[in-house]
């Protein structure tokens, strides 16, 4: 694969680690850049957190998280050339924690939950799938009660609806990438 297929991991025990990811339509990688501020937020949460990178495409997101020492990531994508890469690249640097699943975002939510920590929400552009995806994510017993939910979309959309217990805590915009960070404040009683 040529270099533009590429991403390189930033830090955690596979820093500087360049790994290939699948050439498909729309597919587009969190940049660096990004992926830098994204984990600097969430730094304090990663060690040992559970996380579901759903829309995961070059799996950027996810690995980071794992090279940054969360206790595991499920990875969902419903291209088959995407998800074999994915598992490919898990035996390359032979993660711990790794679950590859294949399947549509919505689908999956749709089927028995198990809570994650951490959340990653960066589904293909001019879909329309965010605020469908965050209300199975509350409603469907997806997140823990102080999970993280990361949020990436086009600049030019407006911002998803948020359910009762959500408060953005860092925003920023990259290009044509608007990026958030949520977080979960679920009373238990």
Same mark, same amino acid.
Request: with cysteine; hydrophobic share 40%.
């Given at each position: 694969?040529?270099?533009?297929?590429?991403?390189?991991?930033?830090?955690? +025990?596979?820093? @500087?680690? $360049?790994?290939?990811?699948?050439?498909?339509?729309?597919?587009?990688?969190?940049?660096?850049?990004?992926? +830098?501020?994204?984990? #600097?937020?969430?730094?304090?949460?990663?060690?040992?957190?559970?996380?579901?990178?759903?829309?995961? @495409?070059?799996?950027?997101?996810?690995?980071?998280?794992?090279?940054?020492?969360?206790?595991?990531?499920?990875?969902?994508?419903?291209?088959?050339?995407?998800? #074999?890469?994915?598992?490919?690249?898990? $035996?390359?640097?032979?993660? =711990? @924690?790794?679950?590859?699943?294949?399947?549509?975002?919505?689908?999956?939510?749709?089927?028995?939950?198990?809570?994650?920590? &951490?959340?990653?929400?960066?589904?293909?552009?001019?879909? #329309?799938?965010?605020?469908?995806? &965050?209300?199975?994510? +509350?409603?469907? @017993?997806?997140?823990?009660?102080?999970?993280? &939910?990361?949020? +990436?979309?086009?600049?030019?959309?407006?911002?998803?609806?948020?359910?009762?217990?959500? =408060?953005?805590?860092?925003?920023?915009?990259?290009?044509?990438?608007?990026?958030?960070?949520?977080?979960?404040?679920?009373?238990?009683?």
């Amino acid at each position: 694969m040529s270099g533009r297929n590429q991403i390189r991991i930033i830090a955690g +025990e596979w820093r @500087g680690r $360049k790994l290939a990811f699948s050439d498909r339509p729309g597919l587009r990688p969190t940049p660096d850049r990004v992926r +830098e501020t994204l984990f #600097n937020w969430l730094q304090p949460v990663i060690p040992g957190a559970r996380c579901l990178d759903l829309f995961a @495409g070059s799996g950027a997101l996810g690995w980071e998280a794992l090279s940054r020492g969360a206790a595991g990531v499920v990875m969902v994508d419903n291209d088959s050339d995407v998800v #074999n890469n994915l598992r490919n690249t898990g $035996k390359q640097v032979a993660a =711990q @924690g790794l679950v590859v699943i294949r399947n549509q975002a919505l689908d999956y939510l749709a089927g028995p939950a198990e809570p994650f920590d &951490i959340v990653f929400l960066d589904p293909p552009f001019h879909r #329309n799938l965010l605020n469908g995806c &965050i209300q199975q994510l +509350e409603g469907g @017993g997806w997140l823990t009660p102080h999970a993280w &939910i990361y949020i +990436e979309s086009e600049t030019r959309l407006p911002e998803p609806a948020l359910p009762a217990g959500w =408060q953005i805590s860092r925003s920023n915009r990259a290009g044509q990438v608007s990026y958030n960070l949520a977080e979960r404040h679920l009373h238990l009683a």
